[in-house]
């Protein structure tokens, strides 16, 4: 008698989901781009500067969410690499927050800043930076996860099934609380 066993475990499928996170929020892209690779000593720190600000960053937001410290406003991030560097989505939920974070002197990120401008002074050209920043009204993020997979917005805020907003992408966009501009 033979028997077929299964080369990987038999999975159990997921159902699908959507962000949790109900109201506006900002999406923060950062970044750098790499002009002279073979010079790391003009690009390493600046590449090293972004895991402190995180950290800080992921350990305000697991503080506040204890009551132990005052909510920076930071969600979540995640790091990706392109052609060009690499960069981080930024999850946030004001932009007011953003900003005060930015200009902080007791934080991470002004510091480094104006580290980074002083070695660019420098060495013009070694390395640049660029964020980007998307102010996003309540009702205009649509998310679908499926199959297991949590990235982006999903690890910044959790998950609730995808029916609550809409079993379609329109449906979930149809959610706005005021209609976009037909342009």
């Known amino acids: 008698m033979t028997t077929n066993t299964p080369t990987e475990p038999t999975r159990k499928r997921s159902m699908p989901v959507t962000h949790a996170r109900d109201g506006g ?25 972004m895991p402190v600000m995180l950290a800080e960053l992921g350990r305000n937001r697991a503080a506040a969410d204890r ?12 790091t990706l690499l392109g052609a060009k560097g690499p960069w981080v989505v930024q999850y946030w939920n004001s932009v007011d927050q953003l900003y005060a974070y930015a200009r902080d002197t007791d934080r991470a990120h002004l510091p480094a800043w104006r ?5 660019a002074r420098r060495n013009p050209g070694a390395v640049g930076i660029w964020h980007e920043t998307y102010v996003v009204d309540e009702g205009g993020v649509e998310t679908f996860y499926g199959n ?22 329109r449906e979930r966009l149809s959610r706005r609380s005021t209609p976009p501009s037909d342009g």
Do not use: C, S
Request: no cysteine; charged share 20%; hydrophobic share 45%.
């Open 25 to 49: 929020l900002v999406v923060f892209h950062i970044g750098m781009t790499i002009h002279r690779p073979f010079r790391p000593d003009l690009w390493l720190p600046v590449f090293r500067a």
């Open 148 to 169: 297991g997979a949590r990235v982006g917005l999903a690890t910044a805020t959790g998950t609730v099934p995808l029916r609550r907003r809409g079993t379609t992408a």
């Open 115 to 119: 580290d980074f401008n002083a070695k």
């Open 67 to 78: 009551g132990e410290a005052e909510d920076l406003g930071f969600l979540g991030a995640q």
